[in-house]
């Protein structure tokens, strides 16, 4: 490489460490994204897969740090890759290294940062979390990457099993399953979701993970509102317990407005976030309608049909837009019984997928009280 590009690139470095801590320091630059916590569980927004200029990402691994405090996260991962570094040239290969440089800026920020190195065959790759020394697995097959994983209790993912390619039970993961050397899978990678694979979280008992796979900068505004992000209901709000819930299968994806995890987590997130204003309600005169106040404190969008009610109420379908309120028409017919009822409307929440096909449902407790028209 020429020297003009080597000072090109060091410069460039530089520019994007000075600029990376200029976001800790302005509050009002930070997007707070809030979510509910679940009961016994704090909820952590997390992205376990990131890159930087040690492999072949174009940023300085605290220009991560500083997008990950702007995006309103609690917890990333630098995950430079064993055996594809590009840049060595310019940065030496010391995967070590990233997680050095970040820690300080993490520290500052509040940033849970966790060690972690991508390690690859092909087509086909793995993060491994919670690794003791990313240099260690520079040379080794796939296999056995994952099997000194193992015996660093790390946390191992198979990423993006759809890239370039359609999802498969690939010999070499089959392999890697049979040896228990696999804990997790990204259901979602960037913008890229895998319908194929959905199925293999439940049936082998693998935690679902969402992850940017960032290699460029991160854009401050991502498509769908929000950077892919995997949601950890942790004990504690930090590495430990971070290990601790990913092993435990306490996690959600959440990507592109849409929400993938277990009934108890999604159901949880729906009841901290959604409140009915108006849960007892007075239905009176020839029209009998009135407006159903839902308010959401979360950053997420709930999109719902109504799945079943009483035939004599009406209730429109909608959407409930992160951090406001939502209006929904709800209407007797002229066959409505008089007097007050104890109701439930069950919604289908149909961008909260409990598992391949199926959405969560939730069910509104309602008093609606008919009054017989005037004569």
């Known amino acids: 490489m020429h020297q003009t590009r080597r000072i090109a690139l060091l410069i460039s470095c530089a520019i994007l460490c000075l600029a990376a801590f200029a976001p800790v320091a302005t509050a009002q630059q930070r997007n707070p994204l809030p979510?509910?916590?679940?009961?016994?569980?704090?909820?952590?927004?997390?992205?376990?897969?990131?890159?930087?200029?040690?492999?072949?990402?174009?940023?300085?691994?605290?220009?991560?740090?500083?997008?990950?405090?702007?995006?309103?996260?609690?917890?990333?991962?630098?995950?430079?890759?064993?055996?594809y570094n590009p840049n060595k040239e310019d940065v030496a290969l010391k995967l070590h290294r990233p997680y050095e440089i970040a820690s300080p800026a993490a520290a500052q920020a509040g940033i849970i940062l966790i060690p972690g190195v991508e390690v690859m065959e092909g087509l086909i790759h793995a993060n491994l979390l919670f690794v003791n020394d990313p240099n260690q697995f520079l040379g080794l097959s796939f296999l056995d990457a994952l099997r000194k994983a193992r015996a660093q209790n790390a946390f191992v993912v198979w990423n993006h099993p759809g890239w370039r390619q359609t999802p498969q039970w690939f010999p070499i993961i089959a392999q890697a399953y049979d040896e228990k050397l696999i804990q997790g899978m990204e259901l979602v990678n960037g913008s890229d979701f895998y319908p194929e694979a959905y199925p293999w979280i439940a049936e082998k008992s693998w935690t679902i993970l969402c992850n940017s796979d960032v290699h460029s900068p991160m854009p401050a505004v991502y498509r769908g509102g929000t950077r892919p992000i995997t949601l950890v209901f942790a004990r504690t709000a930090d590495a430990a317990g971070i290990r601790e819930a990913l092993f435990a299968r306490r996690t959600a994806a959440w990507a592109n407005g849409e929400v993938w995890g277990t009934e108890e987590h999604l159901r949880a997130l729906w009841q901290g976030a959604v409140k009915v204003e108006n849960s007892t309600i007075s239905l009176a005169g020839s029209r009998r309608s009135t407006v159903l106040r839902l308010t959401n404190s979360s950053a997420f969008r709930f999109r719902y049909r109504v799945r079943n009610k009483p035939e004599w109420l009406t209730l429109r379908e909608g959407q409930v837009d992160p951090l406001g309120a939502f209006g929904a028409q709800l209407s007797a017919s002229r066959q409505a019984p008089a007097g007050r009822h104890n109701v439930e409307i069950e919604l289908e929440v149909t961008n909260f997928h409990v598992a391949p096909g199926r959405n969560l449902q939730v069910r509104l407790p309602l008093v609606v009280e008919v009054k017989p028209e005037a004569n």
């Not at 509910?36 to 930087?52: A, E, R, S």
């Not at 072949?56 to 990950?68: F, H, K, S």
């Not at 309103?72 to 430079?80: K, N, V």
């Open 35 to 83: 979510v509910p916590n679940i009961p016994g569980y704090q909820t952590l927004k997390c992205d376990f897969h990131t890159h930087t200029v040690f492999s072949d990402g174009e940023v300085w691994p605290t220009t991560r740090v500083a997008e990950a405090w702007r995006d309103g996260l609690d917890a990333i991962s630098i995950t430079d890759h064993a055996g």
